[in-house]
């Protein structure tokens, strides 16, 4: 699948956001300090330039708002919806920290709640589809979620540094939601490389019971709309380098940044610091875990177009 | 509304392609496009028309496969051969291109089964392109719309046109007859006579989209030596001048 940027950056700032609105709302952090007024205002901007992006590469997105309408059917729909739904209590609870410097549950943890669903919603667009086999397990909505919640732990770890206070249990906690991310991650991918495909060239065709299937001509000489969309193609030696980033980036680093911090416990200019580039690292891992997410992926459409 | 309508619907209109008979000649291509840039919605635009890299949105196109029988020299287990391919919307019973979209502009409909877009509520977010395990949907990038197969709607309930002309144009067009209209949901009809006596198949069943579009699979062949072996081995019933030719090099 061809990896468009508006897509990545979406998936990727909107995860950032979520995860972090979701800790905020878990009241894991001292509301009446600045850190925490401006993270609430940080989320939500994360999150309305993630679906900015999203708009972008809609052909009319005038009537993005029909997109509401079909909720029922449509996980696209629904994370719309929920997008949308999810800025009530998140504006609530923001509002609360940064107008009156307090904390409240029922705005926090509702706003938890919907974050994380929001998510997941974000996820099942890509998990429902049949047609791309290597998403189509409950193990796309697990990663996408699992590493919401490590992100956002690390930016409220980020936050806790710059407000003087970090105890053991927010490093701790986001360096076990970082493995369990990498965990299911890992899994995700060996399960999409030993794949045998659903669909193969002989039963797109039905000519399988003559003989084995090859393209001969493509329908014309040039790409076309399909071929661009479904039919990007990354090399097996840059996948490889480029998941070695990913982990480097996404996993190694920032585990032992936050294991630093879990032994040494301390806020202020240096904890900020070794958060902020814990945090920077898994940024820029996820976003070439996110490249990867579309770019290894294979639609059963290519069949037609020799592979 | 993108939720499907309660299946079956009563009746199923669809195509019945012929991979024995087609040409390749990509006249259905042509046709389709002709009949439906002037059509129903938007224009179907190319982008680039004069170019090198001309591209464009195509309700139809016609891909060619190479077929050889398995096995360790070619040509030992049969001779390879070449299959031209027309693919367009195949009108799934259970299309998952239509329960993707968020905006209610994919939609099936209830009477007959037709797979449509209404162009007027589509945002181009392209979803229902991903979902399509066959290709069916390019978005015409000028309008910013998703395109797909009509079943030349304007033409088939269009009591202005010529009875013979009330058929999709790919299947007026076809100078070899290579795909038939029709409705699949009735056993009686031709093309459901056609699809029993040829064993018509559906594409990539595995994805479970039941298509309501059949293809019919090329006929076996004679292979080109049970043809020619008359004059190789057995020469009793050889007349005229092969007869006598076949006498004299006898006696030599
Ligand atoms: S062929 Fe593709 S576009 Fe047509 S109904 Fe089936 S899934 Fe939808
Ligand atoms: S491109 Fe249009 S028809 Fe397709 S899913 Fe999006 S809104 Fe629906
Ligand atoms: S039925 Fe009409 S729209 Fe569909 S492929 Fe044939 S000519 Fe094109």
Request: charged share 15%; net charge neutral; hydrophobic share 45%.
């Amino acid at each position: 699948m061809h990896p468009a940027p508006s897509i990545i950056l979406f998936t990727t700032l909107s995860g950032l956001g979520y995860g972090l609105a979701a800790m905020l709302g878990l009241g894991l952090l001292d509301p009446a300090h600045i850190a925490t007024k401006l993270a609430h205002v940080v989320a939500l901007a994360l999150i309305s330039a993630g679906l900015l992006s999203s708009t972008a590469h809609l052909g009319n997105p005038q009537r993005a708002w029909r997109a509401l309408s079909q909720w029922r059917s449509s996980w696209l729909s629904r994370e719309g919806v929920m997008a949308i739904a999810t800025f009530v209590p998140l504006t609530w609870s923001a509002w609360l920290a940064v107008i009156e410097g307090r904390y409240f549950w029922l705005p926090g943890l509702l706003g938890m709640a919907m974050s994380l669903f929001t998510v997941f919603c974000t996820a099942m667009i890509y998990a429902s589809l049949k047609s791309v086999q290597a998403w189509h397990t409950r193990l796309t909505p697990a990663c996408y979620l699992l590493f919401a919640i490590a992100g956002g732990l690390m930016i409220a770890l980020f936050v806790a540094a710059c407000s003087g206070a970090v105890e053991r249990l927010l490093p701790a906690g986001a360096l076990a939601a970082l493995a369990a991310a990498w965990a299911v991650k890992v899994k995700w991918r060996m399960r999409m490389r030993e794949l045998a495909p659903l669909s193969t060239q002989e039963s797109a065709t039905g000519l399988g019971y003559l003989g084995s299937v090859r393209l001969f001509e493509r329908p014309h000489m040039t790409e076309n709309y399909l071929t661009r969309e479904m039919g990007f193609r990354v090399g097996r030696k840059h996948a490889a380098k480029l998941w070695k980033i990913a982990v480097s980036f996404g996993a190694v680093v920032p585990a032992m940044l936050l294991l630093v911090l879990m032994v040494w416990a301390q806020g202020g200019m240096a904890g900020a610091l070794i958060a902020g580039l814990a945090l920077a690292a898994f940024s820029a891992g996820l976003l070439a875990e996110r490249w990867l997410f579309f770019a290894e992926a294979r639609h059963a459409v290519m069949n037609y177009y020799g592979g | 509304m993108t939720s499907l309508p309660a299946l079956p619907t009563p009746r199923k209109l669809g195509l019945v392609i012929d991979l024995d008979t087609c040409v390749g000649c990509h006249a259905c291509v042509v046709n389709c496009k002709e009949w439906n840039t002037g059509g129903y919605g938007a224009a179907l635009s190319d982008q680039d028309p004069y170019g090198a890299e001309v591209s464009g949105a195509w309700l139809n196109r016609v891909h060619s496969f190479e077929v050889v029988p398995d096995g360790e020299v070619v040509g030992e287990a049969g001779e390879a051969r070449i299959v031209h391919f027309p693919k367009s919307c195949l009108h799934c019973e259970n299309a998952p291109c239509v329960t993707v979209c968020p905006t209610g502009a994919s939609y099936k409909r209830a009477d007959d089964g037709i797979v449509l877009v209404e162009e007027d509520k589509c945002i181009g977010c392209g979803l229902c392109a991903w979902a399509c395990p066959y290709g069916a949907r390019e978005m015409d990038l000028a309008a910013g719309v998703m395109k797909k197969c009509t079943l030349c709607i304007d033409r088939i309930y269009n009591e202005t046109l010529d009875e013979a002309d009330r058929t999709p144009a790919c299947v007026r067009t076809c100078p070899a007859n290579a795909r038939h209209f029709g409705d699949l949901g009735d056993p009686e009809s031709d093309v459901s006579k056609l699809v029993a006596e040829r064993g018509g198949i559906d594409l990539m069943p595995e994805q479970g989209t039941r298509p309501v579009n059949k293809y019919l699979p090329p006929r076996q062949r004679k292979p080109l030596s049970a043809s020619s072996g008359l004059l190789a081995e057995n020469t009793s019933d050889a007349t005229g001048l092969f007869g006598w030719l076949d006498k004299m090099l006898d006696r030599i």
